[in-house]
């Protein structure tokens, strides 16, 4: 093999082994248990709260009883994209 290709095979390994180590460190780099507790708790509380702000747009509904599936439905999905969220945080394991 000519001496150049042989550089320009070598450069590319190094450039490899670069980033493979990069991703070996994010691999051993944990998520802070923190972060994922705050996100749950201000979910929480956002949906906690949701209600509230969806009482004028459902007040031509009777005695806003369609307010209580709309809450739920978007609850349902908030939640499920934050636990999405969750498993996706670590995603060698």
Same mark, same amino acid.
């Given at each position: 093999?000519?001496f150049?290709?042989k550089?320009e095979l070598?450069?590319?390994l190094?450039?490899?082994e670069?980033? =493979?180590?990069?991703?070996e460190?994010l691999?051993?780099?944990?998520v802070p248990l @923190?972060?994922?507790?705050?996100? #749950?708790?201000? !979910?929480a509380?956002w949906?906690?709260f949701l209600?509230?702000?969806?009482y004028?747009?459902?007040?031509d509904?009777?005695n806003? =009883?369609a307010?209580i599936?709309?809450t739920s ?5 908030l @939640?499920?994209?934050?636990?999405? #969220?969750?498993q !996706?945080?670590e995603?060698f394991t």
């Amino acid at each position: 093999m000519h001496f150049v290709r042989k550089d320009e095979l070598n450069k590319n390994l190094s450039i490899f082994e670069d980033t =493979l180590g990069g991703s070996e460190r994010l691999l051993s780099s944990p998520v802070p248990l @923190f972060y994922s507790r705050h996100t #749950a708790r201000f !979910l929480a509380t956002w949906l906690l709260f949701l209600p509230f702000a969806l009482y004028d747009p459902f007040k031509d509904s009777w005695n806003h =009883l369609a307010m209580i599936p709309v809450t739920s439905f978007i609850s349902i999905m908030l @939640f499920g994209i934050e636990e999405l #969220a969750t498993q !996706l945080e670590e995603p060698f394991t």
